[in-house]
């Protein structure tokens, strides 16, 4: 017999990224470590000459400068990996990797400028002038570099998994769609066409508008959602789900269940239902 697991208000199956997405976000987290690493090492640079008294009566030019330079590939590097979490972002379920994720470019960007600052402060044989200027400066940049590494507002796969399931009611009723950003556009509309295809395969005499209701093999025992996807099917009687244990639903919540295929067989299956070919 087949059972309704789930609220029809429940969401869709969980975002994820698809491989255009995951290789993008690849791209700019490899150029994003390439800019961090260029920074920490013109902060070592920074150290060394410290180290051999480069700046304790002049250059401090050429170490202002060289703290641009840490600032400018630290804000590159920021930059970059926030769009990369855009694309692929981390689940909130993860708190830890979450933050460490979202927030890694402010971290970096301490790692690059804290230990020069410290050590221009503490610097006994440098002008007192000059290290009031440069380590002021370091100060100044730093903050800017970090604060542009904050993510105040980052994405997730809990938000996007919300704003792909508003964008697929948008398009399945056709009014303005707000929440279809590009990052979950893509699989909203997979729900609104095969929604819209199983309507259209399900009109009968009694429902001349068709039904958005499917059946698909239920998950294992004590799963919410099964490991591999499957398809779901116009009815119960059709052949595929003979002697399973079926659930059944909405679209929406075939695919919070991983049942993400549409039935092929939708001629066959609306003669073994019972519903009118169109």
Same mark, same amino acid.
């Given at each position: 017999?087949?059972?309704?697991?789930?609220?029809?208000?429940?969401?869709?199956?969980?975002?994820?990224?698809?491989? &255009?997405?995951?290789?993008?976000?690849?791209?700019?987290?490899?150029?994003?470590?390439?800019?961090?690493?260029?920074?920490?090492?013109?902060?070592?640079?920074?150290?060394? +000459?410290?180290?051999?008294?480069?700046?304790?009566? &002049?250059?401090?030019? +050429?170490?202002?400068?060289? +703290?641009?330079?840490?600032?400018?590939?630290?804000?590159?590097?920021?930059?970059?990996?926030?769009?990369?979490?855009?694309?692929?972002p981390?689940?909130? $379920?993860?708190?830890?990797?979450?933050?460490?994720?979202?927030?890694?470019?402010?971290?970096?960007?301490? +790692?690059?400028?804290?230990?020069?600052?410290?050590?221009?402060?503490?610097?006994?044989?440098?002008?007192?002038?000059?290290?009031? !200027?440069?380590?002021?400066?370091?100060?100044?940049?730093?903050?800017?570099?970090?604060?542009?590494?904050?993510d105040?507002?980052?994405?997730?796969?809990?938000?996007?998994?919300?704003?792909?399931?508003?964008?697929?009611?948008?398009?399945?009723?056709?009014?303005?769609?707000? $929440?279809?950003?590009?990052?979950?556009?893509?699989?909203a509309?997979?729900?609104? *066409?095969?929604?819209?295809?199983?309507?259209?395969?399900?009109?009968?005499?009694a429902?001349?508008?068709? !039904?958005?209701?499917?059946?698909?093999?239920?998950?294992?025992?004590?799963?919410?959602?099964?490991?591999?996807?499957?398809?779901?099917?116009?009815?119960?009687?059709?052949?595929?789900?003979?002697?399973k244990?079926?659930?059944?639903?909405?679209?929406?919540?075939?695919?919070?269940?991983?049942?993400? *295929?549409?039935?092929?067989?939708?001629?066959m299956?609306?003669?073994?239902?019972?519903?009118?070919?169109?």
């Amino acid at each position: 017999m087949a059972t309704n697991p789930k609220d029809p208000n429940d969401v869709t199956k969980a975002w994820a990224a698809n491989q &255009g997405q995951k290789n993008s976000a690849s791209h700019m987290r490899i150029f994003a470590w390439i800019f961090w690493i260029i920074a920490i090492g013109g902060e070592i640079y920074g150290i060394y +000459l410290l180290r051999q008294h480069k700046f304790d009566t &002049g250059g401090t030019g +050429l170490l202002i400068g060289l +703290l641009c330079g840490i600032g400018i590939a630290a804000m590159i590097a920021n930059v970059l990996w926030k769009s990369a979490n855009r694309q692929d972002p981390a689940s909130r $379920a993860d708190g830890t990797r979450f933050f460490i994720q979202n927030q890694l470019g402010a971290i970096m960007t301490v +790692l690059a400028f804290l230990p020069l600052i410290i050590l221009i402060f503490m610097d006994k044989d440098m002008d007192p002038k000059n290290k009031q !200027i440069a380590g002021g400066a370091g100060v100044v940049i730093a903050i800017l570099a970090a604060v542009m590494g904050v993510d105040f507002k980052p994405a997730s796969v809990e938000q996007y998994t919300q704003d792909m399931n508003q964008c697929a009611t948008q398009i399945k009723t056709g009014v303005a769609t707000t $929440a279809c950003s590009p990052e979950v556009a893509a699989q909203a509309q997979d729900i609104a *066409r095969d929604t819209t295809d199983i309507t259209n395969a399900t009109k009968s005499a009694a429902n001349p508008n068709g !039904i958005d209701d499917v059946y698909w093999i239920a998950p294992d025992p004590g799963q919410t959602k099964s490991s591999d996807p499957h398809v779901f099917h116009l009815c119960e009687a059709v052949s595929p789900l003979k002697d399973k244990t079926v659930h059944h639903g909405s679209v929406t919540q075939a695919y919070a269940e991983n049942a993400i *295929r549409i039935t092929k067989q939708i001629d066959m299956e609306q003669k073994q239902c019972g519903f009118v070919n169109g």
